[in-house]
């Protein structure tokens, strides 16, 4: 717990440095790195259990999917497009005893393309459908809303770790992950809805300067009901990501973060909370 606790710290204060430091391009190429490392751990996972992938097109699309919607809006899917279409064809360039296998391994490289790398993508898109304030503040809106998510999400996380510890009794899904519980659940329900209202109060009374929230009205009332949202989008992520590990016989997706595990054990609460936001900020802006 000591271990994880320090690495936490340490991981997100670097990331939060590199996003002050460089903006909306440093949270892109973070969020490309963390997108394409976790892309690789889904097939190294899919490969455990005999649904090997075209790893290298595959990582190929996947890690210019992001950096390409960014720096050209709207072609996010155009690289799944054309990734998929030079995927596919490539079969034909393989001997004939070798075509069988190539097209089968085209299934388990699609599927973690859009699981991964397509979902998270949705991030950058909040950044694209930024509305134009006419405040001087610190960071857009889209930035804002995209940092408030992943804070939103991670402590869907925390809230069920400390709760469950505590007071969990109740298992929520035992042939799943049977650490979680349903008190766990509720604490992290409790947690995101709590963080997602006290963000957008404290910036709209004590720090106005640090995002213009009036361009899409989101206030403390919305951050703590859509907060709820985020948090039911994580945990539907996370236990996708228990599933495959489980399934794989792995406790984590990796080594890579000392005390947490592998980037997938970083980004499964983030997978299907990017699109949610994504959708939430469609409802909410003018």
């Not at 720090?207 to 907060?227: Q, R």
Request: glycine share 12%.
């Amino acid at each position: 717990m000591i271990l994880r606790t320090f690495s936490s710290l340490f991981l997100w204060s670097s990331i939060a440095g590199i996003v002050y430091t460089m903006d909306e391009i440093g949270a892109m190429w973070v969020l490309n790195l963390c997108a394409t490392l976790t892309l690789f751990e889904i097939y190294t996972i899919l490969g455990r259990l005999g649904f090997a992938a075209n790893r290298l097109s595959g990582l190929l699309t996947g890690g210019c999917m992001i950096p390409i919607s960014y720096y050209f809006p709207e072609y996010g899917i155009d690289v799944l497009a054309v990734g998929a279409l030079f995927t596919c064809s490539a079969c034909v360039l393989f001997p004939q005893d070798q075509r069988g296998m190539y097209i089968k391994r085209l299934m388990p490289t699609f599927f973690g393309l859009l699981f991964v790398p397509f979902l998270l993508h949705y991030f950058v898109r909040i950044l694209e459908t930024d509305p134009v304030s006419t405040k001087e503040v610190s960071i857009s809106f889209g930035l804002f809303f995209c940092l408030w998510i992943v804070i939103v999400a991670k402590f869907s996380d925390m809230g069920a770790l400390l709760v469950g510890k505590a007071i969990g009794r109740t298992k929520m899904a035992p042939s799943i992950s049977p650490g979680k519980t349903i008190e766990g659940l509720l604490g992290g329900f409790l947690a995101s809805a709590g963080v997602g209202a006290l963000i957008p109060w404290l910036i709209q009374e004590y720090s106005p300067s640090f995002s213009d929230l009036s361009v899409c009205s989101f206030n403390a009332l919305e951050g703590g009901l859509w907060g709820l949202l985020i948090a039911l989008a994580a945990v539907i992520g996370d236990l996708i990501a228990s599933v495959l590990k489980r399934l794989a016989g792995v406790k984590d997706s990796g080594g890579a973060i000392p005390g947490i595990g592998g980037l997938l054990d970083l980004t499964d609460s983030l997978i299907l909370a990017a699109p949610t936001g994504y959708f939430i900020l469609q409802i909410i802006k003018p």
